[in-house]
Structures are given as structure tokens and as C-alpha cells.
């Protein structure tokens, strides 16, 4: 583990964004700069760090992070389900398949939990028994774990617009994909989450709910895009305190970006208005919680690309020219 003087010194490298124009057509999604030529698509994952749907700073090593927990997890689950991934020449990059995304994200969920105005717990608790077409059963706390996962899929919104959650009725209904492609979806979605739950499990870490995306390649299969089990897209708590917590009405010990949430929120902050400045040592402890998930998640120890970020990418990446 990286200590706080390592993290701190990283602060004047943190990757913002880059501009390789030589590497493809640019499309910057909140997090990810994406390059795409051909039926090649390149993935530079920045520090950024969003929450509310906005970027709100820059995070030491969260690129990096992000994208080795995604490689991790794309060759734990590449035998239940394809993905676009097809090499990481840099810490912070990956070379993937250029797919057609499909207008939908998959929720799945073990647990009743969340504190934003869309998350399960808030519907729940306002007294919504059917949550995306999920008949959900009364007595429910807080953070409950469900009888079996539920899958919420939600609408993937156009730049800027709010994703909506919506039924597989719903789906179908506005033609977003079709009956057969809808099956694939929800019955990878759900081998998926039971995959990431078993694997995390072994290593102490629940696997609380997630997110994935879906794209069709060019040979025409339905492959995972985007991420998959990062600290960005899902939840984790640890297992040994789970219990107690939950009897205590206590919140769960988060190892994902639930802390700068709950930081933001104790300032006033719900998503609306001006970001408070983030100081430096809540932007360090959130580098380090980031770090602290890799190599709890993955048994894997970090090993951590310290200094220029942006060089090291450029020169890395230079080959796809
Ligand atoms: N292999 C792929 N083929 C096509 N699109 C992909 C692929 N992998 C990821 N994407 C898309 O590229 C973008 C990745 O960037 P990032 O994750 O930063 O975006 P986002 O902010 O989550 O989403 P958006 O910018 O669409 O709101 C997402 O829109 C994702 O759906
Ligand atoms: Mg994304």
C-alpha cells in the first residue's frame, strides 16, 4: 500500500484528459477519453472523479485503478460472458473492440441500499412496492440483502441527461433492443453478478449491486463494453462487519466512491449548485480507499505507475498510431 506522501506527490500528475488525434476519432465521456478508429476502439481511463453525474475532481491513481480492477474482472468472466476487451498497454488503457452500444444499462442488485433520490432504498422507503417490474416485499430495512437479486435496468441517456430506470416490459416497449437480445442481457447480467459475488466473497468483499453495458460487436455477438465491477460502476462493503452494521442501523463500510458522496453530502452538497472545493486530504484518503479496493478486491497488490501519467500514456500508446 502506497503511503500518504506517495499519493500526495502524485497530485500534480493526476491524468485530466488527453488529446492523441493520431489515435482516432475523440469521444470524452465523463470518465473515459475514447479513441476510436476503425473497429478499434481505445479507452484511456482519467482520474476524474464524478458523483451526481458531474466531475467533480481529479483523483490520484483512480485511472489506473479503474482499468486494472475492469482487466481483472474481464478475465474472471470472459467464459460466462464475452467482452471488448483486447489488451492493456498501459496501466491506464485499453484496446477493445468497437461495438454499437446498446441504449441500456444493467442494474443488478443483492441488496436494498443507496441515499440519492433514484436509488432502490429512496423508492422503497417512500413506499414503491414495484420497483422496475421487481414486486419487492414489505418489512424491508435498510441495506437488507434481497431473497435473490433483482435486475433494475436503467435507459443509457444521450451526453448529459439523467439515465432512468425502467422494466424489461418497458425496454421492450419502446424498442430499445429486442425480445431475444433483452433475454441475453438480463440472464448475463444476472450469471455476471453471481460470478462477481463468488469471487468476491472469497476475498471478504460483498458485492452490493452493479452496473454493465452491453455492445454488439462486428462479428454480430452481444459482448460487455464499457467497465465492469469497479469501484465507479458498483458497490462493496466488507463481509466481516455487514452484520453488525446492518442490526446497528449503521452505514456500511463502503470500499467505492461512496466516501466523497457521503463527504459531499455532509457539506450540503446533494448535486445541485456549485461543487465545494474537495481539500487535498479528503482527495488523498479517496486515492487511497480507490487503491485499498484494488487490492482487496483483487488479492492483488497495486503496483502503482508514480510520476508522469500523460507521457507515459502518449509514449505507451504511440504504436496504434
Ligand atoms: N467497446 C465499446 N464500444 C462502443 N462504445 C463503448 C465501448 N466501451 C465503452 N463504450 C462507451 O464509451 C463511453 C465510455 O466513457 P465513459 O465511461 O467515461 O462515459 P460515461 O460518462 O459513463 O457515459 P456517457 O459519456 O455516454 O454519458 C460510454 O459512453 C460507453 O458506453
Ligand atoms: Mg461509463
Redesign the pocket.
Known amino acids: 500500500m502506497l503511503s500518504q506522501d506517495q499519493i500526495k506527490a502524485q497530485l500534480v500528475y493526476v491524468l485530466k484528459g488527453t488529446n492523441f488525434p493520431w489515435l482516432g476519432e475523440k469521444?470524452e465521456?465523463?470518465?473515459?477519453d475514447?479513441y476510436t478508429k476503425g473497429d478499434r476502439?481505445i479507452?484511456i481511463v482519467t482520474d476524474k472523479v464524478?458523483a451526481f453525474d458531474r466531475v467533480l475532481g481529479y483523483i490520484p491513481f483512480k485511472g489506473q485503478v479503474l482499468n486494472q480492477m475492469a482487466k481483472f474482472w474481464f478475465d474472471e468472466t470472459k467464459d460466462i460472458c464475452g467482452n471488448?476487451a483486447i489488451e492493456f498497454p498501459d496501466p491506464n488503457a485499453v484496446v477493445?473492440?468497437?461495438?454499437?452500444?446498446l441504449p441500456v444499462e444493467m442494474v443488478v442488485r443483492g441488496y436494498i441500499t443507496g441515499t440519492t433520490s433514484t436509488s432502490a432504498w429512496t423508492h422503497y422507503k417512500n413506499g414503491e412496492r414495484n420497483f422496475c417490474g421487481n414486486q419487492l416485499p414489505e418489512g424491508l430495512k435498510k441495506d437488507q440483502k434481497f431473497d435473490y437479486p433483482i435486475i433494475t435496468p436503467s435507459t443509457?441517456?444521450e451526453?448529459g441527461d439523467h439515465d432512468e430506470s425502467v422494466s424489461p416490459q418497458e425496454i421492450l416497449d419502446r424498442n430499445l433492443v429486442t425480445k431475444e437480445q433483452l433475454d441475453f442481457l438480463m440472464s448475463a447480467s444476472m450469471a455476471l453478478y453471481k460470478k462477481g459475488v463468488e469471487i468476491a466473497a472469497k476475498q471478504g468483499i460483498i458485492l452490493v449491486d452493479t452496473k454493465y453495458?452491453f455492445?454488439i460487436a462486428e462479428d454480430g455477438n452481444i459482448i460487455l463494453?464499457?467497465?465492469i465491477h469497479t469501484p465507479d460502476s458498483s458497490r462493496f462493503w466488507k463481509t466481516n462487519t455487514y452484520q453488525q452494521n446492518f442490526s446497528a442501523g449503521k452505514e456500511q463500510d463502503n470500499i467505492n466512491k461512496e466516501y466523497l458522496r457521503i463527504w459531499l453530502a455532509n457539506q450540503g452538497y446533494t448535486g445541485d449548485g456549485p461543487i465545494p472545493e474537495i481539500p487535498e486530504d479528503v482527495i488523498c484518503e479517496t486515492s487511497r480507499r480507490y487503491i485499498e479496493a484494488f487490492e482487496l478486491i483483487t488479492g492483488q497488490t497495486f503496483s502503482a505507475g508514480v510520476g508522469d501519467v500523460l507521457s507515459r500514456v502518449e509514449a505507451n500508446l504511440k504504436k496504434f498510431k
Not at 477493445?96 to 452500444?101: F, H, L, P, S
Open positions: 469521444y465521456g465523463k470518465i473515459r475514447n476502439r479507452l464524478s471488448h477493445a473492440k468497437q461495438c454499437k452500444a443509457k441517456a451526453h453495458e455492445g463494453i464499457d467497465e
